[in-house]
């Protein structure tokens, strides 16, 4: 949410509550703190990742593929349907849309997520990483910590190509015709859940180094994670948002090192049970992923032009406001 209501202050002009092809950064004010709160919060999507194979993987040995396909498609798809048909008719009632995105965007439910259901995205690779996980799980039942390592390892390098073929252009295969690269395969969240794994099953750091360590990483990947925004992000002038956010896409080793440091901070957390107001929010999570975006416009109008807060209190305003 903190992600979402920073996009509402380098969108281009005539952009929705996400951020379009273009971005513009209208102030100094603007520049430093989307930098910070957008870039810090970076770690959202990956650390979700994580902590859903830390749990799930491997699968359990006495369930087969359908069963799990079974309960992970009967827990996220029928809620999943329900709002991708709410986005796609709702803001006609206060004439968001039209009538024709409408259709289109109902016609094309099964393909992709409707017009402004862009955080919708996220499901796609959630789903694909769900579908490998019976493929990948009895290898990492017998993985050595060192092969796991080296998985890891290549997974890293992979996550420093964005960097690398904006200095050096098309490397290890890619070309316009191709691009499965030789790293393909190693690329992606498919990393993260490799990573959950090792930490959970083959990592025997004790608290002190986990908490060092993890406090070290989380650090150092949200300096790198703010600043690739900020020296870029020039206010006054037009931007192309992927090259804005060439260290904000969340498989890039910034963003590795931030949710790994702040990953190993949450296994420093010992208690026999979750407290219950975790827990009850937990269950509501989901839910509040899914219609958050209605709620968030509403607060981007009081916060950013009714109230006319400053950018250092408007973002998390509409953030805390859109979570209640």
């Known amino acids: 949410m903190l992600v979402h209501a920073s996009e509402n202050f380098y969108g281009a002009p005539g ?9 513009y950064l209208a102030n100094e004010a603007d520049r430093l703190w ?12 990956p650390l979700f990742m994580i902590v859903s194979a830390f749990l799930l993987a491997p699968m359990k040995e006495e369930q087969t593929m359908w069963q799990f396909y079974r309960r992970r498609a009967l827990r996220i798809l029928p809620p999943f349907f329900v709002f991708m048909i709410l986005y796609s008719t709702l803001p006609l009632l206060w004439g968001q849309i039209d009538g024709a995105i409408s259709a289109k965007d109902l016609s094309r439910i099964l393909l992709n997520f409707p017009t402004l259901a862009g955080h919708f995205w996220f499901m796609y690779p ?38 690398l073929n904006r200095w050096c252009g098309e490397l290890w295969g890619q070309c316009f015709w191709n691009e499965y690269h030789m790293l393909w395969n190693f690329s992606g969240y498919l990393g993260y859940l490799v990573l959950a794994h090792y930490i959970r099953v ?18 150092a990947g949200a300096v790198w994670t703010i600043l ?18 060439i260290g904000w896409a969340f498989c890039t080793i910034n963003c590795v090192l931030l ?66």
């Open 15 to 23: 952009s929705t509550d996400m951020a379009g092809p273009q971005s």
């Open 34 to 45: 989307v930098s910070v709160y957008d870039g810090f919060s970076r770690m959202s999507v």
């Open 126 to 163: 959630l789903i694909g990483l769900y579908l490998f996980i019976p493929m990948i799980s009895p290898w990492l039942r017998k993985a050595t910590a060192g092969e796991e390592r080296f998985f890891i390892g290549v997974f890293l390098l992979s996550t420093c190509m964005p960097y």
């Open 202 to 219: 083959h990592l025997t750091w004790e608290r002190p180094r986990r908490l060092v360590v993890g406090a070290v990483l989380m650090v």
């Open 228 to 245: 690739s925004f900020y020296v870029q992000a020039v206010p006054g002038e037009l931007h192309v948002t992927p090259v804005l956010e």
């Open 259 to 324: 949710t790994t440091g702040a990953f190993l901070l949450f296994t420093c957390i010992h208690r026999p049970e979750a407290p219950q107001l975790v827990t009850e929010m937990s269950r509501l999570s989901y839910g509040m992923y899914l219609m958050h975006i209605f709620w968030l416009g509403l607060w981007v109008s009081v916060c950013k032009q009714t109230w006319m807060l400053p950018t250092v209190a408007a973002i998390p305003c509409i953030a805390v406001a859109t979570f209640v």
